[in-house]
């Protein structure tokens, strides 16, 4: 598997509550892909078991009862945050999932992607969003 690098950069995000973010160290044009969203593929079950709940937000889940585990993969993709006003999408393309920008990033500028997270999970604190987006649904889920 071809592993796409682009120069990014993973720092303190500039949503204080949201931890790490990544940001653009060079210029993307709009539709330009920046990674693949890497990890082990496992059952959504299994990776539950496996991880404390503030580790769950790194998995991508991908719809089939499967999840990508980004736990021991250094690629700094996993820590892209959400937005409700964001810069970049992702892709599935089966059980790979590639991050896109859907607009000119400038250098410098940290990543969002929408989350669009399944709704009905259980514990809704977690899903609050804080990206301070004009346009901000509140929440980290699908509307
Ligand atoms: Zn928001």
Do not use: W
């Not at 950069?9 to 890497?38: D, P």
């Not at 580790?55 to 889940?61: G, Q």
Request: charged share 30%; proline share 3%; aromatic share 10%.
């Amino acid at each position: 598997m071809k592993r796409i690098t682009k120069p990014l950069l993973v720092k303190q995000s500039t949503i204080a509550a949201a931890g790490l973010g990544v940001f653009a160290a060079k210029q993307f044009r709009k539709g330009e892909i920046i990674g693949e969203y890497t990890g082990e593929v496992v059952l959504e079950d299994e990776a539950f078991e496996k991880h404390a709940e503030s580790e769950m937000d790194y998995l991508f889940d991908l719809g089939n009862g499967y999840v990508i585990d980004p736990a021991n993969d250094s690629n700094p993709i996993k820590y892209i945050n959400h937005s409700c006003n964001p810069n970049c999408e992702s892709d599935q393309d089966g059980e790979r999932i590639f991050i896109h920008a859907i607009r000119t990033i400038k250098s410098g500028e940290e990543l969002f992607y929408d989350y669009s997270l399944e709704p009905g999970d259980d514990d809704e604190d977690r899903y609050t969003c804080m990206c301070g987006a004009e346009n901000c649904t509140g929440t980290l889920k699908e509307n």
